[in-house]
């Protein structure tokens, strides 16, 4: 009987602690301890490929935010993609907003190649210079049929 009461003991303590790493680490990935001031950046784009919300928007390989938001323009049928992009970056208003992977099989992300205008993008502001995704499909069979 006694015995029974430790393992049980044990099995609830574990189960215990691996609860309270998990809730943790949830909670690091929603920044729930460290809120970081951001504001949003609109583009729009004829084909997004696989991006989907959560994943990153990078400056030189630097994440500096992530895509919160994908919606369908209604009156030209363009996908809009919402950036949540860190305050403290400033980004020229002629910068060019491109869907690329991370290798054949990674995932993708908004690469964000900096412009030179004085000019800064705002909260809520559209950019105009986007690049779509290009899939591989879409590459081979360009070469093989043309």
């Known amino acids: 009987m006694n015995k029974?009461?430790?393992?049980e003991f044990i099995l609830g303590l574990l189960i215990l602690i691996i609860s309270i790493i998990c809730i943790f680490y949830y909670s690091s990935k929603i920044n729930l301890f460290n809120k970081i001031e951001t504001f949003q950046i609109n583009s729009s784009f004829y084909d997004i490929g696989n991006v989907n919300i959560g994943n990153d928007v990078k400056i030189?390989?630097?994440k500096v935010g992530e895509v919160s938001g994908i919606s369908l323009d209604q009156d030209n049928y363009m996908a809009i993609i919402t950036s949540s992009i860190d305050e403290s970056v400033k980004i020229p208003h002629n910068s060019t907003f491109k869907i690329s992977n991370n290798g054949f099989i990674g995932s993708p992300y908004i690469e964000i190649q900096l412009g030179?205008?004085?000019v800064l993008l705002q909260n809520n502001d559209y950019t105009t210079d986007n690049i779509d995704a290009v899939s591989l499909e879409e590459i081979i069979n360009n070469f093989i049929f043309k």
């Open 4 to 7: 029974k009461i430790n393992i």
């Open 60 to 62: 030189k390989g630097v």
């Open 116 to 118: 030179e205008s004085e």
